[in-house]
């Protein structure tokens, strides 16, 4: 283990690693969404397993969300807990329109959640510099 003096680097550190557990987590979610999406337009009968994931995916972005925003306010780094937010909050657009059965809207978001999510967990896991 590393040990720093930098004081700075201390409130980083520690609540850097509850942002990447989330994002982790949203990212086999996230996994989990689009395995079964390929599935369903497919033929499959998983629209339950789809619905559970989508849940699950409210719950990660969610907490994502607060840890990025914990990240935030030890740092003064908002943009993750900014793009976090957005994230959060289209997940429920998304699950309404999916719902709603409108795939030509409901299949690009899914990709557009995925870019958010990538990106934050790309910044989790950057070497500290």
Do not use: E
Not at 12 to 19: E, M, N, Y
Not at 46 to 64: D, E, I, M, Y
């Amino acid at each position: 283990m590393t040990r720093t003096n930098d004081p700075a680097a201390l409130p980083r550190a520690a609540t850097l690693r509850p942002v990447q557990a989330a994002a982790v987590l949203s990212v086999l979610v996230l996994g989990w969404q689009f395995l079964t999406a390929g599935r369903l337009l497919g033929g499959a009968d998983v629209l339950t397993g789809h619905g559970a994931g989508a849940v699950a995916l409210h719950v990660s972005t969610g907490l994502l969300l607060v840890a990025a925003a914990l990240h935030g306010r030890a740092t003064r780094t908002w943009w993750p807990a900014a793009v976090s937010a957005a994230v959060f909050a289209l997940t429920f657009v998304q699950a309404a329109i999916g719902s709603a059965g409108d795939m030509t809207v409901h299949v690009p978001l899914a990709l557009l959640l995925a870019v958010g999510i990538v990106w934050v967990t790309a910044w989790a896991f950057r070497p500290a510099g």
